[in-house]
């Protein structure tokens, strides 16, 4: 029972020193000291610093799957505003960190795919399974009229994550919620039908 909490204490304080270190920069003894447990906890439960940031990778994207839930599942909004709900849910989260925090996914993607093929290839699967729910959402919004049928949706999908990503790494070079408000802005306007309610 103590291994596991010491084995989650690790991967939530991994999480907090890899926000404010980078992957490289979050030294193992860094790691262990923010969980508050003993240095040989670290390699009871992770046989080396990569497969940690693999699990800690999964542990976030897990809370970004709970956020896809609470906004892009409810079927009592309209598929514009189910994005704009899991915006709104992002951005809530960003200025409470001064906008000096990102998204972790697009910190590994900069950081370390170029040494890492483990976490690089996870991340290949987060991006598809992060993926799927958006392009459901715009097929359904293109379906109903509400978004321009141009373009595939899953292509959609592609450019607004991908955007998205962008503009969060604007934002913490400017400290700024602008970049965030300057994507928002020419994503819908780009993909909403003329006439469509906005």
């Not at 046989?47 to 990778?57: I, W």
């Not at 999908?157 to 913490?172: C, D, N, P, T, V």
């Not at 919620?177 to 994507?183: E, G, H, T, V």
Request: charged share 25%.
């Amino acid at each position: 029972m103590a291994r596991h909490s010491n084995k989650q204490a690790l991967l939530d304080a991994g999480l907090r020193v890899m926000f404010k270190q980078g992957f490289v920069g979050a030294a193992v003894r860094d790691v262990v000291a923010a969980a508050g447990v003993p240095h040989g906890s670290f390699t009871n439960h992770f046989p080396s610093k990569e497969q940690f940031g693999r699990e800690v990778l999964d542990q976030y994207f897990d809370h970004v799957r709970q956020l896809l839930g609470a906004s892009l599942e409810d079927r009592g909004l309209s598929p514009r505003a189910r994005l704009e709900r899991y915006l709104d849910l992002i951005v809530e989260r960003l200025r409470a960190d001064g906008f000096e925090r990102g998204c972790l996914i697009g910190d590994l993607s900069i950081e370390v795919t170029q040494t890492s093929d483990l976490i690089r290839e996870r991340l290949q699967v987060v991006f598809r399974q992060w993926l799927q729910p958006f392009a459901e959402c715009l097929a359904e919004g293109q379906a109903l009229g509400e978004f321009d049928a141009r373009f595939d949706a899953r292509e959609l999908a592609e450019y607004f994550l991908a955007s998205w990503e962008g503009a969060i790494l604007r934002m913490k070079v400017e400290r700024s919620i602008a970049p965030l408000d300057r994507f928002r802005t020419i994503f819908f306007s780009t993909i909403s039908n003329s006439g469509a309610s906005t």
